[in-house]
């Protein structure tokens, strides 16, 4: 599939909407996901039409709504707030996080709890035409590729898929294994580059695991978003030299 390159809004949240739309546009990307933690606040519908028409306005797509809505977790209810600014957002995908603990330290009940909200999400999001796709954390149900594999089957559902990202502190070779086992399930990957643990660098400290990682992501079927989640001291004056590393680590 062909690679969409893009920038996800919390990667610039000191910015208003226009701010970070005109990053956006003047680093080349393509498209944008909308997080619901500033920009586009779960629920309200004005805010996210408003924002869909500036986005399109702009020459820009958006790519995906990136909810803090966690599955067997937050107040079920929540979720039609979710889904109502996705709708008006005008967004194929909302990004949802697996439970708020991590595999080892989730008891079977709360496990069987992020499943069956999951798939209740789903069913209402199918029904919108918008598909679900997991974040790929620490400290949530999806810590691990394996580990995300094996929930993604529990659920059962073709719509709900991840995203990818390098997990911390993992070396390139055993991250890149991770990618191959979850290559058919990846949603869109979320781009940065970070070592040790949270330590921001440009992207191209790790191009080597970049140039691999979106060799994989490339293949056959619809584009698949790559959008830079953080930069350098969230500093929006070097998005057009991180946007510029994505593209060229990206070109065949």
């Not at 969409?4 to 226009?18: E, M």
């Not at 109502?84 to 990004?95: E, K, N, Q, T, Y």
């Not at 949530?140 to 594999?149: I, S, V």
């Not at 940065?192 to 695991?209: E, G, K, V």
Request: hydrophobic share 45%.
């Amino acid at each position: 599939m062909t690679l969409r390159l893009g920038l996800c809004s919390v990667t610039l949240r000191h910015l208003d909407v226009a701010g970070v739309l005109k990053a956006a546009a003047d680093a080349g990307l393509e498209c944008v996901e909308w997080g619901g933690d500033v920009h586009v606040p779960a629920g309200d519908e004005a805010v996210a039409a408003d924002v869909r028409a500036a986005t399109e306005k702009a020459g820009l797509a958006v790519a995906s709504y990136g909810s803090y809505y966690r599955a067997g977790h937050t107040d079920p209810a929540a979720f039609g707030g979710v889904l109502r600014s996705a709708v008006r957002l005008g967004a194929p995908r909302i990004r949802i996080w697996a439970g708020a603990t991590g595999t080892e330290e989730t008891a079977p009940e709360g496990r069987a709890a992020v499943v069956a909200d999951t798939r209740r999400a789903a069913a209402l999001a199918a029904d919108a035409g918008i598909q679900l796709a997991y974040e790929f954390h620490r400290n949530t149900l999806t810590d691990g590729a394996d580990r995300t594999l094996r929930l993604l089957d529990e659920i059962g559902r073709p719509d709900v898929r991840t995203y990818w990202q390098p997990p911390l502190d993992v070396h390139d070779v055993d991250a890149l294994a991770g990618l191959d086992s979850l290559i058919d399930r990846v949603a869109a990957a979320h781009a940065f580059s970070w070592w040790p643990a949270t330590t921001q660098h440009p992207l191209s400290f790790r191009a080597a695991l970049w140039r691999a990682a979106l060799d994989r992501l490339r293949g056959p079927g619809q584009p698949l978003d790559v959008l830079l989640e953080f930069v350098p001291d969230d500093d929006e004056r070097v998005l057009a030299r991180e946007a510029r590393t994505l593209r060229s680590l990206s070109a065949r």
